[in-house]
């Protein structure tokens, strides 16, 4: 019977009944078997399945989809698609691959292997429904979030009608069940499921068991969702001190405990050196201990940057230009607020070229384009996962979207509906932008790569490694010939449209780089930093401009404005609008609580959107 603890939050936790098998002696059975038997007989199959499994519950993901992709439509041929070999394959195989970033691949390869597995075991079987969890967790990945949480829900319900409620695979179920609605933004059904499920897990296997700590550091996410920093430090601290104890110091979970419970220090101001140490040794043991290429690796050395840059001291050369304050909420004035029509957050919003539609992108996990003017709704785009970035086409007739879910989307402005899907980067996409000719999309992603695919049909032209550690930005110069990017490893860098080679580095700031972006004349290029600086350079001279002030505050985004003569900062703290010709603020406001994306239109409005709605404001006359 195929088995499967909760993940939740963690990378990897796997289980199988009466499976110890290490992947050391699998690799080693396989391999006799493949020499004595050959690579169709039964028997290398149900090695080749062992082993799989036994690289799953390792967390060697890739090496899950190495082991069992080829060796999938053997079994199919050889044993049949309803035999328990290929349905364990099947599962091992749709698991990786989900975690991989191919979650089609595995809706594709889970959805047939229900069927097999209804009509070969029956609709009640363990294994038939430990598939359908396994297909719902996948449709949370490619962000079908109703669909996943249906279907969690039905299994969650067989599982307590057959097996029982205090059964392992219906506790697993409850804990899929909690992520779900996490991920699909209702916080609050999310944390009573999981609080639930953990009171359940306590009392039907312990306070230790592995599966207990895995509930009770999702349980901790979602608490950390919803603002509850408290309660989900004093968890995080309860379950890697028991992860230490009960799993030892190197084991995935341990290590992504770790993990956790830094990012919790790093957002209290008086425990953020101990965020920074935790971040330190955990990323030195994650190398030391798992494969190369492991998940948990990069997420590790994207929370370092993150954590080294939020400890460092404030530069000290390059006096910036103090900014001249002009109140404490003026002259900026609100015109209009455009409200969420839905749940989960608003991460991007973009004016139309012309300055007559708003596109903003995550609100209900879709891109939504408004008509400022009225605040009706135009169009609207299917659930698409947590949207993190969109941009219009030059001609306005078409947008496209970055998601969390590392795809990338080609919508129709005019109706919302999508055209064409693509994936290609390994971690979520944080910025997109569409060539000034209409005919390429450059992408960058958390995996320091950037992306670059026709626009026609979203076809890969080339994906490469730009930055060390995450890469948050890439802008088009307005006529095109290159690509700037910015990252978590601090250069500002370019790239030559075509052969994409490298070009000018500009190594200015101390910390993440935030932003970059072009002016519409094309004679400044401006980047923005965590280490509260943004840095306006003069592409007619090739040299710094200017060095622009966020007074000790993240800048979170930047923008020009139309006639390029001023420049807008998004800071953590509030909204500067500077004039580059002088280094005076011109106009400046509070920062809406929670505000992620800002947008300049062409006619002079500025946009902002934060997790519950799009605020347009205007400048002083």
């Known amino acids: 019977?195929?088995?499967?603890?909760?993940?939740?939050?963690?990378?990897?936790h796997y289980g199988v009944s009466n499976s110890t098998l290490t992947e050391r002696e699998g690799t080693r059975q396989l391999s006799v078997s493949r020499i004595t038997?050959?690579?169709?007989?039964?028997?290398?199959?149900?090695?080749?399945?062992?082993?799989?499994?036994?690289?799953?519950?390792?967390?060697?993901?890739?090496e899950v989809v190495s082991t069992l992709e080829p060796v999938y439509p053997v079994a199919v041929r050889v044993l049949g698609d309803g035999d328990?070999?290929?349905?364990?394959i099947a599962f091992c195989l749709g698991s990786a691959l989900r975690e991989t970033e191919r979650p089609e691949r595995a809706r594709d390869i889970l959805q047939p292997a229900i069927a097999a597995a209804t009509l070969s075991l029956g609709a009640d079987d363990a294994t038939t429904l430990t598939l359908r969890c396994e297909l719902a967790a996948t449709f949370t990945t490619l962000g079908e979030h109703e669909q996943a949480v249906a279907l969690h829900r039905q299994v969650l319900a067989e599982r307590t009608r057959v097996l029982g409620p205090d059964h392992t695979d219906t506790l697993t179920s409850g804990d899929y069940l909690g992520r779900a609605l996490r991920?699909?933004?209702?916080?609050?059904?999310?944390?009573?499921?999981?609080?639930?499920t953990l009171a359940a897990t306590r009392a039907a296997l312990g306070p230790d068991h592995p599966d207990t700590l895995s509930s009770q550091n999702n349980l901790a996410g979602a608490y950390s969702d919803?603002?509850?920093q408290a309660e989900a430090t004093a968890l995080y601290e309860q379950t890697l001190a028991a992860r230490r104890r009960v799993l030892g110091p190197t084991h995935v979970h341990t290590l992504n405990?770790?993990?956790?419970?830094?990012?919790?220090?790093?957002?209290d101001s008086k425990r953020k050196a101990e965020g920074l140490a935790l971040l330190e040794e955990a990323a030195a043991l994650a190398k030391g201990s798992l494969a190369a290429g492991h998940p948990l690796i990069a997420n590790l050395e994207v929370s370092l940057l993150m954590a080294r840059s939020m400890t460092a001291p404030p530069p000290a050369a390059d006096k910036p230009i103090p900014p001249r304050r002009l109140g404490r909420r003026g002259p900026l004035r609100e015109l209009v607020t455009l409200a969420n029509p839905g749940k989960g957050g608003g991460f991007d919003v973009a004016w139309s070229p012309r300055g007559d539609r708003l596109a903003v992108a995550g609100f209900d996990d879709s891109v939504v384009v408004y008509d400022p003017a009225s605040g009706a709704t135009l169009a609207r785009s299917p659930k698409l996962g947590t949207v993190g970035c969109v941009a219009w086409s030059p001609d306005a007739t078409m947008l496209a979207a970055g998601t969390s879910q590392r795809t990338i989307?080609?919508?129709?402005?005019?109706?919302?509906?999508?055209?064409?899907r693509a994936q290609g980067h390994r971690d979520?996409?944080?910025?997109?932008?569409?060539?000034?000719?209409g005919q390429l999309i450059a992408t960058c992603a958390n995996d320091g790569t950037i992306g670059i695919w026709r626009a026609a049909d979203l076809a890969a032209v080339t994906l490469f490694p730009a930055h060390e550690g995450l890469a948050r930005s890439v802008s088009w110069s307005p006529d095109g010939s290159v690509l700037v990017s910015g990252g978590g490893d601090g250069p500002v860098r370019t790239w030559h449209t075509g052969s994409w080679l490298p070009g000018v580095v500009r190594d200015g700031h101390t910390g993440n780089v935030s932003r970059v972006a072009f002016s519409p004349d094309g004679r400044f290029l401006a980047s923005g930093s965590l280490d509260s600086t943004a840095r306006v350079y003069d592409l007619q001279t090739d040299a710094e401009h200017r060095m622009l002030s966020a007074e000790g505050w993240w800048v979170i985004d930047l923008a020009f404005s139309p006639d390029s003569s001023q420049l807008v900062m998004l800071t953590r703290n509030d909204v500067l609008v500077f004039d580059l010709a002088t280094g005076e603020v011109l106009a400046h406001g509070e920062r809406p609580f929670g505000s992620t994306r800002l947008s300049w239109g062409s006619h002079g409005q500025l946009a902002i959107v934060d997790a519950t709605e799009v605020v347009i404001w205007a400048l002083p006359e």
Not at 38 to 60: H, I, K, N, S
Not at 409 to 420: F, I, K, N, P, V
Not at 428 to 437: G, N, V
């Open 37 to 62: 038997r050959g690579d169709e007989d039964p028997a290398t199959l149900r090695a080749a399945a062992a082993l799989g499994f036994a690289q799953l519950r390792a967390g060697q993901l890739y």
């Open 183 to 196: 991920e699909s933004g209702d916080l609050e059904a999310a944390i009573a499921q999981y609080e639930a």
């Open 226 to 228: 919803a603002g509850r």
């Open 257 to 267: 405990s770790m993990n956790n419970l830094a990012l919790a220090y790093l957002f």
């Open 1 to 12: 019977i195929l088995s499967r603890p909760a993940i939740g939050s963690d990378l990897t």
């Open 428 to 437: 979520e996409l944080r910025s997109i932008d569409f060539s000034p000719d």
């Open 84 to 88: 328990f070999t290929t349905l364990r």
């Open 409 to 420: 989307h080609l919508l129709d402005a005019a109706t919302g509906a999508e055209r064409q």
